[in-house]
């Protein structure tokens, strides 16, 4: 079984989405996981209504720190996914194993006031991140990933991340 992280800076939503997301969808062939550089600290809760909505388990979701996957006791991670912007430029620390990296770039489905209180609104947004994350996870799972060298998984990853739609490869 592969480890996947998905990070983005705040751990909030686009991140928690995908973990969802791929954990539904492989279980047994990849443990998904998600945390950010500065956690909010919890889940924006519109993306947990999402995706209790769309039949996913939202008890164990949480925002964490990326630090909970870069010590020793830590699962071993295989790939790292950046899905914001900000996260990507970010210096990540050293996880161990040596994880293939790659930037699936999503826009922010969730809007924050200045005192980085949420933003109540409707949940197009969200609608559209797990549209292209459920794509770019599908696209993924498509792969034959124990087929394939380190630097050619992580080539078929960013492929799939610059595909702005996340659409279906196949």
């Known amino acids: 079984m592969r480890n996947i992280l998905f990070l983005c800076t705040a ?5 928690i989405l995908a973990e969802a997301i791929l954990r539904d969808a492989a279980p047994g062939r990849f443990a998904a996981y998600s945390a950010g550089s500065t956690p909010r600290g919890v889940p924006n809760p519109l993306a947990l209504e999402f995706l209790a909505a769309k039949g996913h388990a939202v008890d164990d979701l ?8 870069a010590g ?3 699962p071993e991670i295989h790939a790292v996914i950046t899905v914001c ?3 990507a430029g970010e210096a990540c620390p050293v996880f161990p194993g040596h ?15 200045a005192d980085g ?16 994350l459920t794509n770019r996870v599908q ?27 996340g659409a279906t490869y196949g």
Not at 143 to 161: N, S, Y
């Open 11 to 15: 751990n909030s939503a686009r991140s």
């Open 62 to 69: 949480r925002s964490k720190s990326w630090s909970e996957f």
């Open 72 to 74: 020793a006791e830590a």
């Open 85 to 87: 912007d900000n996260a």
């Open 99 to 113: 994880p293939v990296q790659a930037h699936w770039g999503i826009p922010d489905p969730a809007g924050y006031a």
């Open 117 to 132: 209180s949420h933003i109540d609104g409707d949940l197009s947004g969200f609608e559209t991140a797990y549209t292209r």
């Open 139 to 165: 696209a993924m799972l498509a792969l034959d990933e124990a087929a394939l060298a380190p630097a050619d998984w992580r080539r078929a990853l960013t492929a799939i991340g610059r595909d702005a739609e």
